[in-house]
């Protein structure tokens, strides 16, 4: 083992440092590239590994029931270190598992420092990887710098895709009105370190409500640059203008519907509700859920001032937009995430086309194992596709781009769709082949309630084959 070519991970996000780790934990050295802090990026601040931009909540962390919380409980069992430092680090979040951001990064950064196989280099990779690298892991994500970017678009003849990311505001939390402002979960859910009320309630009536949505639409926005201009958004990334735009409607039935909140001045539901996640272990500072706007920053303090509670709110951070680039993954990457233009290329994280902090570092943890199980000589053996790490791989490879002909009905020749960027989510995952129709008292199931039984089903299976995966795959590599 003393005379393995390290593998190269360049970049030190959530995907990258994933990959690394995964490389080291096999017994192959990895050296992991980080420009910062020599080159910084729009949305960075420190330079710190795994620095989170956006939201600090890694979402739903309820395994039966939910894609996503499926999916942290894939990564604990494949030795996560993504997954251990968020667990290590996290805040109250009702049924969602949140971190403290600072302390997260902190946390990663020295486990991977820590590590004897795991060397950080910090400066830019600034072109293609040099010749003597002959397995590298391109774990950039959306900032990637100018000079790789132009490399990799040339290497694969695709046109770059691309879409913004847009961040919520922090709020300092003793600039909030209490008296108008309660603390609740909805329906009262705990999670991983939640007490059933986790959740800065804002209520709106109808009124207020209205007034709010029209100073929404007639508030100034970012002028994007004419390149910027055709950019289309990630759906489930929306700044919250764009979403009142669609429907005035819209944000009632998305991040501000008041279900399951009883405001304890009237015992009903508001109208409206916006709410704020604690963003800091200190409880100081807190963000709110779903807000991400392009408005500008003097616009945001006006318009979210409207907000009731808020009125006299002070912003540690206030909202923008970052652009996001990923690959045509499913024409341009193999089955084990390998450039099919240069096999000795990898990629990992949001570049390929998942979109999220776990979804990311899912990949990474993928690409980590695919690329020591090469170097060690051992078969490259993906997840099965009924896990949601293999639904995930299988999103991004191309699982997706054979279609039916529409007037014959018979299979045609691959014909790609327009691949867009994809959370984890159970319509990834193959159907089950008997779906359950009565509970366990022989009632017929119907609607949500079906619905939910089936997901558990879907959970199941999953872990019960990730199970086997994990048997046959590098777990026992270190020892040898």
């Known amino acids: 083992m003393q005379n393995i070519n390290p593998i190269h991970v360049i970049g030190g996000g959530l995907a990258g440092s994933e990959a690394a780790f995964q490389i080291a934990s096999a ?57 251990a430092a968020g667990d290590l680090t996290k805040l109250p979040a009702g049924g969602a598992l949140a971190v403290d951001r600072d302390a997260f ?25 040099p ?39 922090v709020i300092h939390v003793d600039t909030i009105d209490t008296s108008i402002v309660w603390r609740a979960s909805r329906y009262g859910k705990t999670g991983p370190a939640g007490t059933g009320a986790d959740y800065l309630n804002c ?49 009632r039935f998305g991040p501000m519907k008041p279900v399951g909140l009883d405001d304890p001045r ?15 272990a200190l ?5 709110m859920v779903g807000f991400q706007t392009k408005m500008k920053h003097a616009e945001q303090v006006r318009v979210l001032r409207m907000i009731p509670g808020l009125q006299n709110a002070e912003f540690a951070r206030l909202g923008g937009l970052h652009r996001n680039t990923y690959l045509n993954s499913p024409r341009v990457l ?62 991004i490879t191309g699982g997706h781009i054979v279609v039916e002909d529409s007037i014959s009905g018979d299979a045609e020749m691959p014909r790609p769709r327009s691949f867009q960027p994809m959370n984890i989510n159970y319509g990834l995952l193959p159907p089950l082949d008997d779906a359950p129709l009565t509970n366990a008292d022989g009632k017929r199931l119907k609607g949500p309630e079906r619905g939910l039984a089936k997901k558990k089903l879907q959970s199941r299976r999953a872990l019960a084959d990730l199970t086997q995966w994990l048997g046959g795959d590098l777990s026992s590599a270190a020892a040898e």
């Not at 409880?283 to 963000?287: D, F, I, M, V």
């Not at 089955?335 to 979804?359: C, D, H």
Request: net charge negative; charged share 25%; hydrophobic share 45%.
């Open 334 to 395: 193999d089955r084990s995430l390998r450039l099919k233009a240069m096999p000795r290329l990898r990629f990992a994280g949001q570049i390929t086309g998942v979109e999220g902090y776990v979804e990311s570092a899912a990949i990474g943890l993928l690409a980590g194992r695919f690329a020591a199980a090469e170097r060690l000589s051992r078969a490259v053996v993906p997840p099965p596709s009924t896990t949601a790490l293999g639904a995930l791989l299988d999103h």
């Open 27 to 83: 017994g192959v050295p990895v050296v992991l590239h980080e420009m910062r802090p020599q080159r910084m990026t729009e949305a960075h601040r420190t330079e710190g590994l795994a620095e989170l931009v956006c939201s600090n909540s890694f979402r739903s962390d309820e395994w039966e029931t939910n894609a996503v919380g499926l999916l942290h409980e894939e990564m604990r069992r494949a030795n996560s270190v993504i997954l």
């Open 266 to 280: 009237t015992g009903r539901w508001p109208y409206a509700v916006v709410q704020l996640r604690q963003d800091n």
């Open 105 to 129: 990064s902190a946390e990663v950064t020295r486990r991977l420092a820590a590590h004897p196989k795991i060397t950080i280099a910090r400066g830019e990779v600034a072109g293609l990887p």
């Open 131 to 169: 010749d003597a690298w002959d397995s590298v892991i391109v774990a950039t994500g959306p900032l990637t710098s100018p000079g790789l970017s132009a490399a990799i678009a040339a290497l694969t003849g695709e046109a770059e895709l691309a879409f913004f990311d847009a961040i919520a505001p």
């Open 283 to 287: 409880g100081t500072l807190w963000n």
């Open 203 to 251: 209520p709106m009536t109808k009124a207020e409500y209205e007034a709010f949505i029209d100073a929404l639409l007639a508030a100034e926005k970012t002028v994007f640059k004419d390149w910027e201009a055709n950019t289309p958004y990630f759906d489930g990334c929306l700044p919250v203008e764009v979403m009142a735009e669609r429907g005035r409607e819209t944000l």
